[in-house]
């Protein structure tokens, strides 16, 4: 049987030593790459919670709008003071125009819906448009 000399430990504990150090290495390089992974996924989750914010303010306005029993041309503004948004509802008249068949189609009306707001610094529009008739809810 074979046992350590002082000489064959010494060297065995220094081996051992430095496979710690590489080890503990390697860990820490994993685990600052997830942390940064587990980052950038917070931030596209916030990301897209805000965009589906702005999609449903939106879609509420352009809602709003549809319903108006009487349009009539302009715009229309509301500020919401929570998300620093402007929301700007525009109601254009539209020139006489014809559909597949041949119809003519009178009093259509372009509603064009758009929201500006403040995000990292950056001025962002987004738009939403639909046509309705103007009779639409008229008896």
Request: hydrophobic share 45%.
């Amino acid at each position: 049987m074979r046992t350590n000399t002082p000489k064959t430990a010494r060297k065995a504990k220094g081996f051992l030593l430095l496979e710690v150090v590489l080890a503990l290495g390697v860990f820490s390089l994993a685990a600052v790459g997830f942390t940064m992974a587990l980052h950038k996924a917070a931030d596209a989750a916030d990301m897209t919670a805000r965009e589906i914010q702005v999609t449903r303010i939106l879609e509420s306005a352009l809602d709003e709008a549809i319903s108006v029993p009487v349009l009539e041309e302009g715009e229309a503004t509301v500020d919401i003071d929570e998300r620093s948004m402007q929301v700007l509802t525009r109601y254009e008249k539209m020139e006489e125009m014809e559909n597949q068949d041949g119809q003519l189609l009178q009093e259509m009306w372009r509603i064009t819906v758009t929201a500006s707001y403040v995000e990292g610094g950056n001025r962002l529009e987004r738009s939403a448009i639909t046509w309705r008739y103007g009779r639409l809810y008229q008896p």
